[in-house]
């Protein structure tokens, strides 16, 4: 069965801390894509970023950052230098692939809060 | 304009009631999605459909029925709303090779 584990609940840290968000997947499936979506309190669900199974390389886009391994089936997510406008719930979800559906498998969620 | 549209934003029904959720797309997409979200549970999938004639049961799907009424548009019905179906409700379109969801603004339902 697929799953996807953000043990996190809650983190709260101080702006300018930097903190990691970690996300533990299980697929049997070789194809897959991993997501990190952010919630703000508005509600809407915004896209971060999208990674292939084939692709492991890590990834950095201004203070976000991720860490993909697929020995130990993790998708970690590490904002540096947190800032207020972090303030979110963030998800990590799992793609099956197209031909099962391509349906999301979402994680319970991380609540960020970053305090001035 | 949006990509994904959802409508109501935001709507409070009472217990028995009969209330149908839509969402419109203009992405030319095959593939939409019915997810619901609950505090500390994430998203979980209630009803997708690959194509007009193709509907199919998520994981959540009980209590729920849909309608996908032409490409563009997929609905979400709610036949006798009860308290615990209160949550925020996204509708979802795929990407040609599935492997990118597009999401609505959501829709906030509070039943009571």
């Known amino acids: 069965a697929q799953k996807v584990t953000q043990a996190q609940t809650e983190i709260s840290v101080v702006e300018k801390e930097d903190v990691t968000l970690d996300c533990v997947y299980e697929?049997?499936?070789?194809?897959?894509?991993l997501f990190w979506y952010k919630q703000p309190p508005s509600g809407e669900l915004v896209f971060l970023i999208r990674r292939n199974s084939f692709d492991e390389q890590n990834e950095i886009s201004g203070r976000y950052s991720w860490n993909f391994q697929k020995s130990t089936s993790s998708f970690n997510f590490t904002i540096t230098a947190s800032q207020v406008v972090d303030s979110a719930v963030y998800f990590c979800?799992?793609?099956?692939?197209?031909?099962?559906?391509?349906?999301?498998?979402f994680g319970q969620g991380t609540e960020l809060s970053v305090k001035p | 304009d949006a990509d994904v549209t959802q409508t109501p934003r935001n709507r409070i029904t009472k217990t028995g009631k009969r209330i149908m959720l839509e969402c419109s797309q203009t992405k030319g997409h095959d593939r939409m999605y019915w997810y619901r979200q609950d505090p500390g549970l994430g998203l979980r999938l209630i009803y997708y459909?690959?194509?007009?004639?193709?509907?199919n049961k998520g994981e959540i799907s009980d209590g729920y029925s849909v309608s996908r009424q032409a490409q563009a548009k997929f609905s979400l019905s709610l036949e006798s709303a009860i308290p615990n179906q209160t949550a925020l409700y996204f509708c979802a379109t795929s990407a040609p090779r599935g492997d990118e969801q597009f999401f609505g603004p959501g829709t906030r339902l509070t039943v009571l």
């Open positions: 979800a799992l793609s099956e692939s197209y031909n099962q559906g391509g349906k999301l498998i």
């Open positions: 459909s690959f194509d007009v004639k193709d509907i």
């Open positions: 697929t049997r499936d070789t194809t897959y894509y």
